[in-house]
């Protein structure tokens, strides 16, 4: 949590540094709640510059939401053009009715009433009753999301849903700082600038020189500013420790299993694999598995393989592969075969299991054959059982 001297060095680099926007005064003096809500609204989804064009005519035009409520909606949407996203304008519109039906022409001061307004939503209504207010109200946006996880060094999406509750929760201890002590708009509006101009997204590069909060961020410290927030839509993706073992007999056939159906690599065929989530499997418990000797496997490499959701770590292990299955070694296998390597076109192998054969049996497969493995080709393959 932000102490409250961090909080001061916050408010005092805000009026040294904030950019001279046509709905600021000077920071922290009173701000017309009408503007704020015009200007929060045309802050979602478009640049600021843009805006800084386009909310002086706007204005003029509406300086109050009776102006708004009054006038024709092709003369709102004209006064939009340029600013995109029509429905901010049709919901700006349809607030500044209800808040000449319902409010009396003026802005509501709570959060719970400013959500009643078309378009508002917990971020617009927080911006409005903390700046226009001073209301200990939360607000979170991408660049506060951003900064507050940096500060923290919490490497999580900022739409997972602990991530958000931890998010808003962080947001309005913030705030209730604020309005303690330099106020919570100000506050809440200088988290804001310092994601939109100092704590930049990658990848550019954040300006943590120019940064107040350097001193207390956790991502900074740690070097991993760059990953943090984690991009939305990805999850941390979980690690899997896998154990390979590239089995080759006295005639040069590879011993390969079939996966079982359901879960990575349904129904793919692989060298016979052990995983476990935690750490990766020993040389020991591989052989075990396979009811051989540890000192028949022999280490040949690692490498880790990438998929949408995990992180596959692969030790890879070569051996021969034993003339008969001792009892009990083909426990849990749903098929399993020996494959001269010419035959491997017939199989199709992931394209992890087609790295962890290459790297246990080097120049004895080729490039060509390796593609063609890629292929589901299973019919009239004619291999030994194993
Ligand atoms: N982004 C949205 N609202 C903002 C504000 N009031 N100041 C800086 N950046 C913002």
Redesign the pocket.
Known sequence: MLNARTIDDLARWFRASARDLPWRGPIGSPRDPWAVLVS?TM?QQTQVSRIAERFPLFMRRFPTPGALAAADQREVLALWAGLGYYRRARNLHAAARLIVERFGGAVPRTVDDLLELPGVGRYTAG?VASIAFGDAAPIV?G?TARVLLRVHGRATRPDDRAARAWLWDHAARIAAAGARGVGAGVVN?AV??LG?TVCLPAPAAPRCDACPLAPACAARRTGTQARIPLPKGRAARQTVHCASAVLVDGAGRIVLQRRAEGGMWAGLWQAPTVERADRAPTRAELARALGLAARDLHARGTFTHATTHRLVRFDVYRGAAPRRWPRGAHAGDTDRARVRPDQLDAFALSSAQRRVLRLALGGALSARRERAAAAPVAKAATYARS
């Open positions: 929060e802050l911006a946006d660049n509006e804001m600038e939109a």
